[in-house]
C-alpha cells in the first residue's frame, strides 16, 4: 500500500533529477562546485542531529521528521548517501554513465516503490517481486535510450542494480545503486 509519506518521499527523490539533469546541461567542475559544498553542508547537518537535541527537535518537526524512515534515524539519512554517491559517480565515470546510473538510481528506485507496496504481491527478502521487476525495467529503458551507452553492459548494469536493490545489502542502496550501474558500465564497455 503506498502512503501518503512514501508519495513525499519519492516526490523528494524525484526532485533530486536536478542533479543528473545539471549534470548533462554542464560540466563537471560546474556541478561538482554545487555538489561538495551543499554535500559537507549537508552531511554536518546530518551528524548534528545526533549529538544536538534543539537541531534534532528542529529537524523532526520542520524538516525531514515525516519522510524519514526508521532504519535512517540512529544512522545518516539515504539523501545524505545520495549526494555523496552523485559525487563519487561524476567522478569517477564519464559522463553518460554517470548521468544514466544516477537516472537508475531515481528513476528506477522510484518506479521499484510505487509498484511494489502499490502492487507487490510476490515478497522478495524485503522488497517485492514486482517492485524488482518495474526496477529491472525501467533501468533497461534508460540505458538503452540514453544516448552514447554500450546497450550490452547496459543491460548487465541494470541486472545488476537491479540485484543490489533486492538483495539485503547492508549499506544504503543511494549509494551502491548507481555506483554498482556505474561500474558495470564502465568495466563493460572494454
Known amino acids: 500500500m503506498i502512503t501518503g509519506i512514501e508519495i513525499q518521499r519519492k516526490a523528494v527523490h524525484l526532485a533530486t533529477l536536478v542533479i543528473p539533469v545539471g549534470y548533462g546541461l554542464t560540466s563537471d567542475a560546474a556541478v561538482l562546485s554545487f555538489l561538495i559544498p551543499f554535500f559537507f553542508l549537508y552531511l554536518a547537518i546530518d551528524l548534528l542531529r545526533h549529538f544536538h ?9 520542520h524538516f525531514f521528521g515525516r519522510v524519514l524512515r526508521e532504519e535512517e534515524k540512529p544512522t545518516l539519512m539515504g539523501s545524505t ?3 555523496f554517491a552523485s559525487i563519487l559517480t ?3 565515470f564519464p559522463k553518460p554513465i554517470a548521468i544514466a546510473s544516477l537516472l537508475i538510481l531515481i528513476l528506477s528506485d522510484t518506479a521499484a516503490a510505487l ?20 526496477f529491472f525495467v525501467s533501468s533497461l ?44 558500465m564502465f568495466f563493460g564497455t572494454g
Do not use: H, Q
Request: charged content about 15%; hydrophobic content about 55%.
Open 115 to 134: 509498484v511494489g507496496k502499490g502492487f507487490g504481491k510476490v515478497p522478495i527478502f524485503r522488497k517485492t517481486l514486482e517492485g524488482s521487476m518495474a
Open 81 to 83: 548517501f545520495f549526494l
Open 53 to 61: 537535541p534543539g537541531l534534532a527537535s528542529l529537524f523532526r518537526k
Open 90 to 92: 561524476i567522478l569517477l
Open 141 to 184: 529503458l534508460i540505458v538503452w535510450i540514453y544516448p552514447g551507452l554500450d546497450r550490452l553492459s547496459g543491460s548487465f548494469a541494470a541486472l545488476g542494480a537491479a540485484l543490489i536493490e533486492v538483495l539485503p545489502v547492508p549499506l544504503d542502496d543511494n549509494l551502491t545503486l548507481p555506483l554498482t550501474a556505474g561500474a558495470i
